[in-house]
């Protein structure tokens, strides 16, 4: 053959050649470029580094035409009408790890009409706030701490108000759910508890997280189940009759079955105590899991697509401060209040903080966990591209503090844009700035006496344990003020006082910046005329008479921003009634 | 309207995927749900009576988007299904990669009771059968008569192992990738053994045993047969040879490396010696004996999850003096744990080989490393013909993960000057 005659291919090569031959396929070259761009398109901003919004899901598809919060007040009355009691609902927690541990993240990664989204800059606002960008009271959130101070006696004794299990607890049944082991009780007093033991070698280290979280939780405004941090004895504990009989043709709950419970709870000290949490059953009937995904198609007043409720978006931010990494639908409990015979609502509650703080179910957390989804192909991506030389943060942060009823929990160095749950939340990634502005602003209506009373309530036996606690939950809510506040102008409870537009610096409230400047501008939304110039004011405190002298003018729109701050502003809409203006509309980092 | 319509046209490409990712759910939520059940109570400590026999399915990633899906059966705790996957081997995992992509269906069993050794061994026996579409099967069986905590052992190991495709292109270091052809061998084995030292870096072993390999023109073309004439003297090709075979293996080593969970060594090193001493039973007068020496070592790059892991690896088979050539396919050759990974399975066989390993292992996630590696090989017909003109290279990188601290799985893409090969494996491995 002659060597410079083409070599005989195979019929599809030669079909190729012509149709790359007449330009009717693109080259190799072309295609890699295409897959190039596409994968630089997408991964690359979550190779850089976190972004404020997260990846853009299809939130808008469920919204209702109308929306039924009350826009002046601050009600969402999702109570009513009663609705027939729903069907119960179980996810699968398996299914739910694939789902969020690997399948949506990967999902995330490729988004690629997010990253067309967030280009072209749409919107995401969270669905359910009122006219001041405030979340209204429902079955999901009660506005306390960041509204009216809870009493730091109200905190320490928690939503039921400083109820304990009476001894003897006579066991009903083993707990069925969850990693810790535990059983269900009543006591004395008739009151049904959950008991969940403390793992061995750590007492009090999943107990106290969880009484600690959950108090701040509720002081928050999230409904949450009455936990206290329990000490008991063998002798406190007494089987039911009928459980040790076989309960509904199981297995008799005997002796030894309890004793195999209570060993996997720890080894008890000498003294012959068990460190374990109690939780008091919620009101109601139980009927599921919170599903992030959807709404309840049983319920009627489950308006809002549940990531595009604030409260739960913001609750990335608690989340954060409280160091709660396994936050997810399972972490949460819908029951069923009735209240005409079979009619009733459903009320939300979040619950099972045993995941929170330095804690883990089987002893401290892991040293990654909080930092880095349980699959996280950004990090991965990251390590692999830096050949493993890039230094996490979570390697970085003092974590291990070395006291058992902790267990790693960082006080210094946290940035609260490093947090991550283990498994990516639907209404976490919702996050928009106003969002987590309105969750650094409830996070920093913690006062340090409000934290440390929710610390007391866990009652630690370690002195260390209690000072540490306080100390870092302090440090982190600073921390998550500092840079939240930096990042959305904390201009906040605007209302008009003697003609004046008056508001509070938040971040000059809690003694982190100094008084300043703020700048103003203002325009007419309706009547005449364009508005005033921008306007610097040296305190929170606008003569609004001044600042629109023409009486014809009844409506005006202001920018407030912080003076040489790159702070996204707060925009405050006012209208006159009557001749005195009033605040109607409020929106932060607009 | 303009989330949804941007969404709209990707949710349609997307749609296969999607429906993918649901039965993968919903395949996850079944089997762990069943597992959950069969183990009990989840979370530390004393665990509620397993069931005598539990199945647990295993996927394995397979080239060319196929699936290698079998059936693992442990006998015991299922919580034990490392163990008992490191004792019985499981024969899928364990196959020439090269030779054998295809689908497995491979079941292994082991006795795996509470009492362990330091090591974490379990006491008792393993049996391993497995069998794929390309019709390779293997069967091994061990057992062990004292206990495996104890400071000296005793046991035997059965084998039979059927390879239809197996690869040969000549022997020696200037044979070509053009004369690639195929043969069949057949082998049963037997084995008895004295061990002496009961940790897995620190032992000493003893054993004889007899070896039948049968040969014959394999499944594909060209056979052995065909491509290779009398001319080129193929020794003992198309026949078979039945040996006896005595000597000792040992082993010595410090390993260690733990980060979070599971992690491969990170420091320390290995040294790992055999040698045999063959002599036919058959009458063909072969005789020779087999040295085989390794020495690994594993270096920090300032953390353990910075590896940088070096291997050096040399095997030989040397005649006697009145011993006719050896039989080709009893030659050291490039496969398995001494494959040339930018080269086919078996291209290089020779008396002589030799193998030197770079790789830069870095941690990437829970158990998931990432490798990027040189090699060097060569065969040679003997040590002083060993030359470095012709040493053949090897460069890629791929992935490793880490079943256990010694068993894992590993996907190497390597290029050479004979084009890029991927290996994909299972098992104990560098």
């Known amino acids: 053959m002659d060597p410079k005659e083409p070599r005989p291919t195979s019929a599809s090569a030669r079909s190729s050649d012509r149709r790359r031959a007449a330009g009717r396929e693109w080259p190799p070259a072309a295609w890699f470029a295409l897959v190039c761009a596409l994968l630089g398109l997408t991964i690359g901003p979550r190779l850089i580094g976190p972004r404020l919004i997260g990846p853009r899901l299809a939130v808008a598809d469920d919204m209702p035409a109308a929306r039924p919060v009350d826009p002046e007040t601050f009600v969402d009355h999702d109570a009513h009408p009663p609705i027939p009691e729903p069907a119960p609902y179980e996810a699968n927690l398996y299914r739910y790890y694939v789902r969020y541990g690997f399948v949506q993240p990967l999902a995330d990664a490729l988004d690629l009409p997010g990253a067309i989204l967030d280009l072209a800059g749409a919107e995401n606002e969270a669905a359910n706030v009122n006219q001041f960008d405030e979340v209204p009271n429902s079955s999901w959130f009660t506005n306390r701490n960041h509204f009216r101070a809870v009493p730091v006696e109200e905190i320490r004794n928690g939503p039921g108000n400083c109820r304990r299990p009476l001894p003897p607890w006579i066991i009903k049944s083993a707990k069925a759910s969850g990693v810790n082991p535990g059983f269900n009780i009543e006591d004395a007093a008739g009151e049904r508890w959950v008991i969940k033991l403390d793992p061995p070698g750590y007492p009090q280290i999943g107990s106290g997280a969880e009484v600690v979280a959950s108090r701040l939780l509720h002081a928050a405004g999230y409904h949450v189940p009455h936990d206290v941090a329990v000490v008991f004895g063998h002798d406190d504990l007494v089987i039911d009759p009928e459980l040790a009989a076989g309960k509904e043709g199981a297995d008799p709950f005997t002796q030894e079955e309890l004793d195999r419970i209570l060993d996997r709870g720890g080894v008890p000290p000498e003294d012959g105590r068990y460190f374990a949490l109690a939780s008091l059953f919620l009101p109601g009937k139980p009927i599921g899991h919170t599903e992030m995904a959807h709404r309840r198609a049983d319920d009627p007043n489950d308006w809002y697509s549940h990531r595009r409720r604030r409260e739960l978006r913001g609750l990335a931010i608690l989340s954060a401060w409280l160091n709660s990494w396994d936050v997810k639908d399972h972490q949460s409990l819908e029951m069923f209040e009735a209240r005409y015979d079979t009619l009733g609502s459903i009320r939300h509650y979040l619950l099972d903080f045993g995941a929170t703080l330095g804690a883990a179910a089987e002893g401290p957390k892991r040293l990654r966990t909080a930092y880095e989804f349980a699959f996280d192909p950004g990090w991965i991506g990251r390590r692999w591209v830096t050949l493993g030389f890039i230094e996490e943060p979570w390697r970085s942060a003092p974590q291990e503090t070395g006291i058992p009823s902790v267990g790693n929990f960082a006080a210094e160095e946290f940035d609260p844009d490093d947090f991550r749950p283990t498994l990516p939340h639907l209404a976490f990634q919702e996050l928009s700035a106003a969002d987590g502005y309105w969750g650094a602003k409830v996070v920093a209506s913690f006062s340090d006496a409000q934290i440390a009373a929710a610390v007391e309530a866990a009652a630690y036996e370690d002195p260390r344990a209690s000072t540490y606690i306080t100390d870092a939950l302090v440090k982190r809510r600073d921390a998550i003020a500092r840079v939240w506040f930096d990042r959305v102008a904390p201009l906040d409870f605007l209302q008009v006082m003697d003609g004046s537009l008056v508001f509070n610096d938040l971040e000059v409230d809690l003694g982190l910046a100094a008084p300043r400047s703020y700048e103003v501008r203002a325009a007419a939304v309706t009547g005449t005329g364009a508005g005033p110039e921008p306007l610097v004011i040296s305190s929170a405190g606008l003569d609004l008479t001044a600042l629109a002298p023409d009486p014809e003018l009844d409506a005006l729109q202001l920018v407030i921003s912080i003076a040489g701050s790159e702070a996204l502003p707060t925009v405050v809409e006012l209208r006159k009634h009557g001749g005195l203006w009033r605040v109607v509309r409020v929106r932060h980092a607009a | ?430």
């Open chain 2, 1 to 430: 309207m303009s989330e949804s319509a941007v969404r709209f046209p990707f949710r349609v490409i997307a749609f296969p995927f999607r429906l993918a990712g649901l039965g993968a759910e919903y395949a996850a939520g079944a089997m762990a749900t069943r597992r959950t059940r069969q183990r009990g109570f989840p979370g530390p400590g004393p665990q509620s009576a397993p069931p005598p026999l539990a199945w647990l399915p295993y996927f394995d990633w397979a080239e060319r988007a196929r699936f290698r899906v079998g059936l693992h059966i442990t006998h015991g705790r299922s919580a034990d299904r490392p163990q008992a996957t490191a004792e019985a081997a499981l024969a899928g995992g364990k196959a020439d990669w090269q030779v054998e992509r295809d689908r497995h269906l491979a079941a292994s069993a082991a006795r795996t009771g509470d009492d362990r050794s330091p090591a974490g061994r379990p006491v008792g026996s393993a049996v391993d059968v497995s069998w794929s579409y390309s019709d390779h099967r293997r069967g091994t069986a061990e057992i062990e008569i004292l206990a495996r905590d104890s400071a000296i052992g005793i046991g035997g190991e059965a084998a039979y192992v059927y390879r239809p495709n197996l690869l040969f292109f000549g022997i020696g270091p200037e044979t070509s990738s053009d004369r690639r052809s195929i043969y069949l061998a057949e082998e049963g084995r037997g084995d008895l053994f004295l061990r002496i030292g009961s940790q897995p870096l620190m032992g000493l072993r003893l054993g004889a045993g007899i070896s039948h390999i049968a040969v014959r023109g394999g499944a594909g073309v060209p056979s052995i047969e065909e491509e290779f004439t009398p001319t080129d003297q193929v020794p003992f090709m198309g026949q078979s040879t039945t040996v006896v075979r005595y000597g000792a293996s040992a082993v010595l080593g410090r390993v260690h490396g733990r980060l979070e969970r599971t992690q491969p060594a990170s420091r320390g090193f290995e040294v790992r010696g055999e040698g045999w001493l063959y002599e036919d039973l058959d009458g063909s007068a072969l005789e020779w004996t087999e040295w085989k020496g390794e020495a690994r070592a594993y270096v920090p790059v300032f953390a353990d999850r910075r590896v940088l892991a070096l291997r050096g690896l040399y095997a030989s088979a040397n005649p006697g003096a009145d011993s006719p050539a050896l039989p080709f396919y009893r030659l050291p050759e490039s496969a398995g744990d001494l494959l040339f990974r930018a080269f086919e399975s078996g291209r290089f066989r020779d008396r002589q080989l030799v193998l030197g390993d770079i790789e830069y292992r870095w941690w990437l996630w829970e158990w998931l490393w990432a490798v990027g590696f040189a090699q060097l090989g060569w065969v040679a017909p003997s040590s002083d013909a060993l030359r470095f003109d012709q040493v053949r290279e090897s460069y890629g990188g791929g992935i490793r993960a880490a079943v256990t601290s010694t068993l894992l799985y590993r996907l190497d893409i390597a290029h050479g000057s004979e084009g890029t090969q991927t290996d994909f494996r299972f098992g104990a491995q560098f």
